[in-house]
């Protein structure tokens, strides 16, 4: 299966169709597309419309996540619902399968990689933000449990290792991803590929711990076709 992944396409009203040829060519090149969150701009009604409005030259199934943008205005759930009129399938609450391949998918969170993986000590504050990404971490690994294909794709926003972070200044690290993660996907037999976007100025190709193909797929980074998206074969 020919996969194809984008993140951070940020649509707009101000710019209308500017995916549009770009979500038609990928119609012709591959078998499903993947949106690594931040389809917005700011999260608003009107930015999701003309993101639905460019999808329409999209021929080929969509899986996609939100993004940090998706969020910002607080109608995080009217973006997702414009989206999905346009046959998007989220993943951040269920599963898909296509064609025998398994997608799970979260936006992630903050935190740090590593050794350097922030720990919830201290204040209220702090430990409610290290909760937040131990909680998408075991949303995904509940959706990954539920998956029964010898073939699985993960789609998240947020970065799962560094390595594909590399390029942003050093001391953002901690807010453009973190490992666990990165751990959660090891756990699992059968990933073939983990996609994210959110690290525009990172470096597209890098591994988990365990060797699984890590892919930033933010449409700012440079990738080997010299495309705004990559193509992946699982």
């Known amino acids: 299966m020919r996969v194809a992944a984008i993140g951070d396409v940020h649509a707009s009203p101000?710019?209308?169709?500017?995916?549009?040829?770009?979500?038609?060519?990928?119609?012709?090149?591959?078998?499903?597309?993947?949106?690594c969150g931040d389809l917005t701009n700011h999260g608003t009604v009107a930015e999701a419309e003309a993101l639905a409005e460019d999808l329409r030259s999209c021929a080929?199934?969509?899986?996609?996540?939100?993004?940090?943008?998706?969020h910002h205005c607080?109608?995080?759930?009217?973006v997702?619902?414009?989206?999905?009129?346009?046959?998007?399938?989220?993943?951040?609450?269920?599963v898909h399968t296509v064609d025998g391949v398994g997608f799970a998918g979260v936006k992630g969170f903050c935190g740090g990689f590593d050794g350097k993986m922030l720990d919830a000590f201290g204040e209220t504050a702090v430990k409610a933000f290290v909760q937040e990404v131990l909680d998408e971490a075991l949303r995904l690994e509940h959706a990954l449990k539920s998956l029964?294909?010898?073939?699985?794709?993960?789609?998240?926003?947020y970065a799962?290792?560094?390595e594909t972070v590399a390029g942003e200044p050093e001391a953002i690290f901690p807010f453009l991803g973190c490992s666990r993660l990165a751990e959660t996907v090891d756990r699992?037999?059968?990933?073939?590929?983990?996609?994210?976007g959110h690290a525009h100025h990172g470096t597209y190709a890098g591994k988990t711990r365990r060797g699984i193909p890590v892919f930033n797929v933010a449409a700012q980074v440079a990738k080997?076709?010299?495309?705004?998206?990559?193509?992946?074969?699982?």
Not at 14 to 35: K, Q
Not at 224 to 234: C, M, Q
């Open 224 to 234: 080997p076709s010299g495309k705004h998206y990559a193509l992946i074969e699982v």
């Open 14 to 35: 101000a710019a209308p169709g500017r995916w549009r040829d770009t979500f038609a060519e990928i119609s012709r090149t591959a078998d499903v597309l993947c949106l």
């Open 74 to 78: 607080g109608c995080a759930d009217q």
């Open 188 to 196: 699992f037999e059968g990933v073939r590929a983990v996609f994210h």
């Open 60 to 70: 080929v199934p969509v899986l996609a996540v939100l993004g940090n943008h998706d």
């Open 160 to 162: 799962p290792v560094a």
């Open 148 to 157: 029964e294909t010898g073939r699985t794709v993960v789609v998240l926003h």
């Open 80 to 94: 997702e619902r414009i989206v999905r009129e346009a046959k998007v399938r989220f993943l951040e609450d269920e």
